[in-house]
């Protein structure tokens, strides 16, 4: 048996046994996050944080044995932002998960990095009060992953994302000093916005241990579900671009393509209709008439567009029914084998080309590719699904990944839209930032973190 | 006629002489911004650039003769940030006032720094589009200098401040080279927001020659006035805080004070209520019913909270008939004698204790102060007023605002909450950023501007 590297000797002194973790299958199981296409090592240790003092000395011990910490809310992320390289160590904060503090008067919520969204969401709806970020896995996710990559979410089109919510944090350096960025008023201007700039550095800048969140009130929403099929996705899209020039705000779009609904199906018969292209899903949240003519309006204008059918519901219950092939999609591709999570964000209007090139990339590489899209910010995952072990597949599917970047850059997109770019994405972030706008990258993580030590190699 | 600086002379060699300043007069016209109370020097030379490339080549020539770069939009600036200090040239990108490209479909709108806030509103305005952002000086001030001091106004407690409508920008670098940061796409997530970074940083990190802005759709608003009268700055504050804690989001919750209000009354004799403390002046936008009753609702409240008055408007020319006062306030306060102008930001609740001690501060300090306010998001602007040529009440306003600012971060606000540091908040900022925090913005101010040639001395 090897001898133990001195930094776990040091970190067991410092922490209680419990909080290292040091046998193979402990730390196999915190080697990667959601994305193992991407490249990770079994790190040298796990350790289980429970104070933001506990990650700094965590941090100061790793960056005095020259080893590199990689954080890790929930390990929910889909680019690798949280897979260990070489020589690193995890450190997972899904410990930290005391809700600090509830200001209903300032509507604000202080609460520690491993808090479950969803914990979140409940505890401050206790006061009134309404945390809007919703990506996908909030169920899961923590608020601290969330802001380390920026999360989206369904009601971005309307609410917008993790960082507009943020509006400060405590942070350990990569020194291990703790410091205290951002604010609890509504409004402020002192400094540069590095609450901004440590909102989807992925690790890299520091590792954040508590969040100060704005918040919403919970009430004066009215939820509507307007749902339309289509037999062709530029219909859909048609539909997407004219609810957008109409000058009405959703506050979900939602778009899952034919691939989707036949997996959905197969698996659950829920009746979704055949032979459509594409099923739009909508939300609207204006209470009373305001809401209702938005909702007619939407109906109106997919039908317009083309739709097949359009279905409308008010009752939490039928909204929900509506929703359900939406909230079954990735579950029923994922039993077609492993799914590679794509994500990029073109224009509105670039949607139905850039569907067209999935279809295309999809033929090409002989690889199956589901889509969901939130087709109202023009974001797209397309789901590349790989038969289990089989190689050859999985290859193609990497290339298809590549393609569909491109395409999206040759679109005027971006090459992630919320999942972040982690390892994944490190290709394509690299060409669409250029050379000049990496060395600011490269320099001010120099700065910030001269040796390193932070999750070095990803981001950017 | 002491000899040209050589910079100077490179200068007018690259660019068409009557682009570069060189009189006295002339010069002095552009040494400060709006904060004269703060230290400024006659630069060594004006440069009106008209495209990024002259952006860049201005920067380039001065990094070149070590001499500092001050940008500067219309000079509105209240804290000094576009003050000239010693050995520095003046940029102004006033003459930089293209609208490049509105995109409707996407709602963005691309124009160059130097377009005044309104122009951008009444150009996107004609494509069904809206840009919130509203400070003040919006009739005068360019979008350039909104964005490097992240300008806030009347309309962010419901609609966010400058920042919030940022989706990328063009950028000089301190080394002359021209870098495009951000995106056009409704979401994004590649590398860190170095946008974000820079809106704010006052012109430190970067001279910023465009920007990609986000905009709403410019209809489904339907403006309501609601205006009380209290007795006491308590009721106020009282009628404020039930207004937040009823979940209702005005669009406007602005507070003028006795001050202000004689002084209004005494120039324009309007017949505002006589033996008010304070004017609480809010709007909702919410159309039909939702808005009706929102507006009902702070009528109540007000009421309540025991308004010696409320008066309510519909019509556009009656909400500015009851807004008057405050749209007359700072030009009524102007004619009493110079005017140093406070920002701070405290929490919504702090509000009342906040404008008691500024009071005190009045009275122990012997000053005229009075306070404008952007009361829902806890936004206090007190005014203090010297009489013209009256240099120890000059002192004496000065040791008020240094007072104001303590009193402002002990009661847990922030020293700037849309004004930004400039010159005159330096010291309160470096209090409340703290050791580590101003070491972080040292380093990253050195990676990025390693020779200090963008406005050194400034934001932090």
Same mark, same amino acid.
């Given at each position: 048996?090897?001898?133990?590297?001195?930094?776990?000797?040091?970190?067991?002194?410092?922490?209680?046994?419990?909080?290292?973790?040091?046998?193979?299958?402990?730390?196999?199981?915190?080697?990667?996050?959601?994305?193992?296409?991407?490249?990770?090592?079994?790190?040298?240790? /796990?350790? +289980?944080?429970?104070? *933001?003092?506990?990650? =700094?000395?965590?941090?100061? &011990?790793? #960056?005095?044995?020259?080893? %590199?910490?990689?954080?890790?809310?929930?390990?929910?992320?889909?680019?690798?932002?949280?897979?260990?390289?070489?020589?690193?160590?995890?450190?997972?904060?899904?410990?930290?998960?005391?809700?600090?503090?509830?200001?209903?008067?300032?509507?604000?919520?202080?609460?520690?990095?491993?808090?479950?969204?969803?914990?979140?969401?409940?505890?401050?709806?206790?006061?009134?009060?309404?945390?809007?970020?919703?990506?996908?896995?909030?169920?899961?996710?923590?608020?601290?992953?969330?802001?380390?990559?920026?999360?989206?979410?369904?009601?971005?089109?309307?609410?917008?994302?993790?960082?507009?919510?943020?509006?400060?944090?405590?942070?350990?350096?990569?020194?291990?000093?703790? /410091?205290? +960025?951002?604010?609890? *008023?509504?409004?402020? =201007?002192?400094?540069?916005? &590095?609450? #901004?700039?440590?909102?989807? %550095?992925?690790?890299?800048?520091?590792?954040?241990?508590?969040?100060?969140?704005?918040?919403?009130?919970?009430?004066?929403?009215?939820?509507?579900?307007?749902?339309?099929?289509?037999?062709?996705?530029?219909?859909?899209?048609?539909?997407?671009?004219?609810?957008?020039?109409?000058?009405?705000?959703?506050?979900?779009?939602?778009?899952?393509?034919?691939?989707?609904?036949?997996?959905?199906?197969?698996?659950?018969?829920?009746?979704?209709?055949?032979?459509?292209?594409?099923?739009?899903?909508?939300?609207?949240?204006?209470?009373?008439?305001?809401?209702?003519?938005?909702?007619?309006?939407?109906?109106?204008?997919?039908?317009?567009?083309?739709?097949?059918?359009?279905?409308?519901?008010?009752?939490?219950?039928?909204?929900?029914?509506?929703?359900?092939?939406?909230?079954? #999609?990735?579950?029923?591709?994922?039993?077609?084998?492993?799914?590679?999570?794509?994500?990029?964000?073109?224009?509105?209007?670039?949607?139905?080309?850039?569907?067209?090139?999935?279809?295309?990339?999809?033929?090409?590489?002989?690889?199956?590719?589901?889509?969901?899209?939130?087709?109202?910010?023009?974001?797209?995952?397309?789901?590349?699904?790989?038969?289990?072990?089989?190689?050859?597949?999985?290859?193609?599917?990497?290339?298809?990944?590549?393609?569909?970047?491109?395409?999206?850059?040759?679109?005027?997109?971006?090459?992630?839209?919320?999942?972040?770019?982690?390892?994944?994405?490190?290709?394509?972030?690299?060409?669409?930032?250029?050379?000049?706008?990496?060395?600011?990258?490269?320099?001010?993580?120099?700065?910030?973190?001269?040796?390193?030590?932070?999750?070095?190699?990803?981001?950017?």
């Amino acid at each position: 048996m090897p001898a133990e590297p001195d930094v776990v000797t040091a970190l067991v002194a410092r922490l209680r046994p419990d909080q290292v973790l040091r046998g193979e299958g402990e730390r196999d199981a915190y080697a990667h996050d959601d994305a193992e296409w991407a490249e990770f090592h079994r790190p040298i240790a /796990v350790v +289980l944080a429970e104070t *933001t003092g506990e990650v =700094a000395a965590t941090v100061r &011990l790793a #960056a005095e044995h020259g080893v %590199s910490v990689v954080p890790r809310g929930a390990g929910t992320g889909l680019s690798g932002g949280a897979n260990a390289l070489r020589n690193a160590i995890v450190l997972s904060l899904e410990r930290m998960t005391r809700v600090i503090e509830i200001d209903a008067a300032e509507r604000f919520v202080v609460a520690e990095a491993g808090v479950i969204n969803d914990d979140l969401r409940t505890a401050v709806a206790a006061h009134g009060l309404w945390y809007p970020p919703d990506p996908a896995s909030y169920r899961i996710s923590t608020i601290g992953g969330n802001a380390a990559t920026n999360a989206g979410g369904i009601c971005c089109v309307k609410y917008g994302v993790t960082r507009d919510y943020v509006l400060g944090m405590t942070v350990v350096l990569a020194d291990g000093e703790i /410091v205290h +960025l951002g604010r609890r *008023t509504a409004k402020g =201007a002192t400094g540069y916005d &590095l609450t #901004a700039l440590l909102v989807g %550095s992925e690790g890299t800048l520091g590792v954040i241990t508590e969040l100060t969140l704005k918040l919403l009130p919970l009430g004066g929403r009215e939820e509507r579900a307007i749902v339309g099929s289509f037999g062709s996705l530029e219909d859909a899209g048609a539909a997407v671009a004219a609810i957008s020039a109409a000058g009405i705000v959703p506050s979900a779009l939602e778009l899952i393509d034919e691939t989707c609904l036949r997996a959905v199906d197969d698996w659950q018969g829920l009746g979704l209709p055949h032979g459509a292209a594409a099923l739009l899903l909508s939300t609207v949240d204006e209470v009373g008439d305001v809401g209702a003519g938005h909702a007619a309006s939407i109906a109106l204008l997919m039908a317009e567009a083309g739709a097949l059918g359009v279905e409308q519901a008010a009752v939490a219950e039928e909204i929900e029914r509506l929703f359900l092939a939406r909230r079954l #999609a990735y579950p029923a591709l994922e039993r077609l084998g492993p799914v590679l999570t794509e994500d990029i964000c073109v224009p509105r209007t670039a949607v139905p080309e850039m569907l067209g090139r999935i279809r295309d990339t999809a033929r090409a590489h002989d690889v199956v590719i589901a889509t969901i899209a939130h087709a109202g910010d023009g974001n797209l995952h397309p789901l590349i699904i790989a038969p289990e072990g089989d190689d050859a597949a999985k290859a193609r599917a990497k290339r298809a990944f590549d393609r569909i970047v491109d395409d999206c850059r040759a679109l005027g997109g971006t090459v992630t839209g919320e999942h972040g770019v982690g390892l994944l994405k490190l290709p394509g972030a690299r060409i669409e930032l250029g050379d000049r706008v990496l060395a600011m990258h490269r320099d001010i993580k120099a700065a910030v973190d001269p040796r390193g030590t932070l999750n070095p190699g990803k981001a950017f």
